[in-house]
């Protein structure tokens, strides 16, 4: 296939201009679909829908039918514009080097970037395999109609990705600095202390369930869960929020509400904390004074450095000169899925302005990482074909 070079940039900011916030597509995967299909991608819309949930377009593209299949996965979906933007945060304005707008950082310049790398990739020949992309409009919401369902998908017709790179914004400062090779896993909970509600003035009347939730509280925070393991930090529990809803001060409340999140590494599953927070409450309050809503939206999970991280890892340093770190930091995301599919890591643009207010990249960067995914396909399928 000797298809015309894409340009990232304008890509860039064609994917950018569709405002597609979360489930909204707005057309970015029309756009991205017509870029992968003028290469000769076979592209596939998949729509999922269940009920409590928002429908959502989701896009498989693939080039070639053997293996290996090399994967990119990303999302076009963004988070909300929020307020304090100096400029319209869809309109894709490149100024004094930087492209400015909604999902510039997180991730529709990396997309765009790997179609760059892709479309010149092809002016050398076929690859010795396949390439595909995974691109889900359902990343930054409940991420329940997007990759999830997309690889079940394809698992049940016997379709199967061999390595996957995940073009989220990975560099903290600076583009090369680092690549993810696993995620700590996230738990939310929302605790619910029940007591009776009584007079100030008679508290021997009453069952206050304050005392109680700060007592259960600080039995789960007064210890650190770990110190760390050989690829992760230390595990973290962070109270989010503590509510009464009490305006009155002669009143004792019937009931209190507290929410934390825990972040945890491969010490920890999200049962057994599951099982380590109940059997610590139920030793300061009955389980029928207190309510506890556990959501787990991911386990934590490492591919241990290997082909694909050495791959990335080469093509940054033969790009820009720099070895990157191999981090587990950050947040959770899609990668959480589909390293039960195959090996996968992550390397995208810088993060520093991702849902902030003018977020934003430098053109350079876009092309630079344009350059390091051309590497990647090189070096991954053998620069001799």
């Not at 299949?69 to 988070?79: E, L, P, W």
């Not at 945060?89 to 400015?100: R, T």
């Not at 109270?239 to 825990?262: E, H, K, L, S, Y």
């Not at 990335?312 to 770190?325: H, Q």
């Amino acid at each position: 296939m000797n298809a015309a070079p894409i340009n990232a940039l304008n890509l860039a900011q064609a994917l950018i201009r569709c405002a597609s916030v979360t489930p909204q597509d707005s057309g970015a995967l029309d756009v991205l679909q017509k870029a992968l299909e003028g290469l000769g991608f076979r592209c596939e819309r998949m729509r999922f829908e269940e009920p409590g949930a928002d429908p959502v377009d989701n896009l498989y593209a693939r080039l070639g039918t053997a293996s290996p299949n090399f994967c990119f996965a990303g999302h076009t979906d963004v988070v909300p514009v929020g307020d304090g933007w100096t400029v319209d945060p869809f309109k894709a304005e490149v100024i004094d080097g930087q492209l400015y707008g909604r999902g510039a950082s997180d991730m529709k310049s990396a997309i765009a970037a790997f179609v760059e790398a892709a479309s010149r990739f092809l002016t050398e020949g076929k690859p010795s395999g396949s390439i595909s992309l995974l691109i889900t409009g359902d990343e930054e919401g409940d991420a329940i109609n997007g990759t999830r369902k997309m690889l079940a998908a394809l698992k049940a017709r016997g379709e199967t990705l061999d390595a996957c790179l995940v073009g989220e914004p990975t560099n903290p400062m600076k583009l090369g600095e680092m690549i993810k090779i696993g995620r700590r896993g996230s738990l939310t909970a929302k605790l619910t202390v029940f007591g009776t509600a009584g007079h100030a003035a008679y508290p021997h009347l009453a069952d206050n369930p304050i005392p109680r939730l700060l007592a259960m509280l600080t039995a789960i925070t007064a210890e650190p869960l770990d110190t760390g393991s050989d690829h992760f930090q230390a595990s973290t529990l962070t109270v989010t929020t503590v509510d009464v809803g009490n305006a009155a001060t002669n009143v004792i409340p019937g009931m209190a509400r507290a929410g934390f999140n825990i972040r945890f590494n491969d010490l920890h599953s999200g049962k057994a904390l599951s099982d380590w927070l109940r059997a610590t409450f139920n030793k300061i309050a009955k389980p029928d004074m207190y309510e506890l809503a556990i959501k787990i939206s991911g386990e934590s999970f490492i591919t241990p450095p290997g082909p694909l991280s050495t791959i990335v890892a080469g093509a940054v340093k033969a790009t820009l000169g720099v070895t990157p770190e191999l981090s587990t930091t950050g947040g959770t995301s899609d990668a959480r899925f589909i390293k039960d599919a195959c090996p996968v890591c992550e390397f995208g643009m810088v993060g520093q302005t991702m849902h902030k207010a003018d977020e934003r990249c430098a053109v350079a960067d876009i092309e630079n990482l344009s350059a390091i995914y051309l590497r990647v396909l090189q070096s991954y399928f053998g620069a001799a074909r």
